[in-house]
């Protein structure tokens, strides 16, 4: 088997992976670049998008942008598959922003031919077998995949971490699924940031409990397809006695969760007393009336906010004090960042909480993953350090270091 990383050695965004045997080609992942960074062209791919497509696959491990963004430029030959909520997410996603982006509108069209895969069993393509696991991400419906081709076997991890809600299964789903593999393709954001305190989704949640109840008017700026997030919000709000309110979007992407054939069935992804409420959007705007006023007055509210324009008329016209919260990486409000957001800077203002969690792994929960699965060799991917990554785990494992375009040829020990 040989694996080529054609972007994804030294970057987080824009991964692209492909793993090929027999003259079969099976491709992980096609995005493009994370917001701040300048971007560059999609990478032209020999058996992905131009050249004989007969045998070519892609995998999609979970619908971030920089993980889907360029899959309109996927030539119908080639097979596309993603898990089944991701997929409806995805869609959901893309219609939502065909009104405003082309680039999405062409995303949306191609993925109605795109197929799906049920987590935990095999599913082949050419020479290949593939069996997709779900993992922990701040995506929801993520994957990571064994790929075995001949006597070789690999794990492809995708974006994934241990702290989420979901996060302390996946030393049980690879001890059922996974077993022991000859090598590991590993993502390594946090490799650069490895001192910091990673909290877990549930001590978030707690935190946003004592802070909705602590105050009336709270307004969450968070990603709408944070999936965990989301409902964790909610949650928060249900236990603090606020009512909840979220747009038609955002309501229609928690209703896909709360119909997911395996997690759907947690009560985290299920309604409780009162579901969330969607505002009433009329003539362009966010309609807030006298009697809306007077409920959230008495009752205070949890609004999911965007960082808009319309957001901020709305939140104007709500009485009260409101406390704001950032849920997303801080980054985006750091004006030395690339990723700098100013209009959600500006939506924020001066005065607001910082409660968030990262959405990838952190070393120890790594290092725990590599010695379950014992591979003969790690190829980092996904990270902005890959010196950084091989000089934390070359005393106890190979790591493969590679560049953009090249490839290694994994054999089988004699």
């Not at 999609?42 to 004989?52: F, H, I, N």
């Not at 955002?250 to 409780?272: C, F, H, N, V």
């Not at 409920?295 to 104007?316: D, T």
């Amino acid at each position: 088997m040989t694996i080529k990383i054609h972007r994804g050695t030294d970057q987080i965004g824009g991964c692209v992976t492909e793993y090929e045997y027999g003259g079969w080609h099976l491709f992980l992942d096609y995005g493009e670049q994370l917001p701040g960074v300048e971007p560059s062209e999609p990478v032209e791919v020999e058996g992905l998008t131009k050249g004989d497509l007969s045998k070519s696959a892609l995998l999609i491990t979970h619908y971030h942008g920089d993980h889907t963004g360029y899959i309109h430029l996927i030539p119908e030959a080639v097979p596309v598959y993603m898990g089944e909520v991701a997929l409806k997410i995805q869609k959901e996603y893309s219609k939502h922003l065909s009104g405003v982006l082309a680039k999405q509108k062409k995303n949306f069209e191609r993925l109605q031919k795109a197929k799906t895969f049920t987590p935990g069993k095999v599913f082949k393509f050419g020479d290949f077998s593939i069996i997709p696991v779900t993992v922990d991400h701040s995506a929801f419906d993520a994957y990571a995949f064994k790929i075995v081709a001949g006597e070789m076997s690999v794990f492809h991890t995708g974006d994934f971490r241990t702290h989420g809600f979901r996060g302390g299964k996946l030393p049980k789903v690879v001890d059922k699924y996974i077993g022991k593999v000859d090598y590991v393709v590993c993502e390594g954001t946090n490799v650069s940031r490895q001192d910091t305190c990673i909290m877990t989704e549930s001590e978030l949640q707690q935190q946003f409990i004592k802070q909705f109840k602590q105050h009336k008017g709270n307004v969450v700026y968070v990603s709408s397809t944070n999936i965990d997030r989301l409902f964790s919000v909610y949650q928060a709000a249900l236990r603090a006695k606020r009512p909840f309110y979220v747009d038609a979007y955002q309501k229609r992407i928690m209703d896909i969760a709360t119909k997911d054939p395996i997690w759907g069935k947690s009560e985290l992804y299920q309604y409780g007393e009162y579901e969330p409420v969607e505002l009433i959007y009329k003539s362009g705007k966010f309609e807030v009336n006298e009697k809306y006023k007077d409920f959230v007055s008495s009752q205070g509210y949890v609004l999911i906010a965007r960082a808009n324009v319309k957001y901020s008329e709305l939140i104007e016209q709500i009485p009260g004090d409101k406390m704001r919260y950032l849920s997303m990486w801080e980054g985006y409000v750091d004006s030395d960042n690339p990723a700098y957001n100013e209009r959600l800077v500006n939506a924020l203002g001066e005065d607001y909480i910082t409660l968030h969690t990262s959405g990838h792994c952190d070393m120890e929960s790594l290092r725990f993953l590599f010695c379950q699965l014992s591979p003969r060799g790690i190829i980092p991917i996904h990270t902005n350090d890959p010196e950084k990554f091989e000089q934390t785990f070359r005393d106890e494992w190979n790591v493969i270091r590679l560049h953009d375009g090249q490839s290694v040829n994994l054999v089988t020990e004699s």
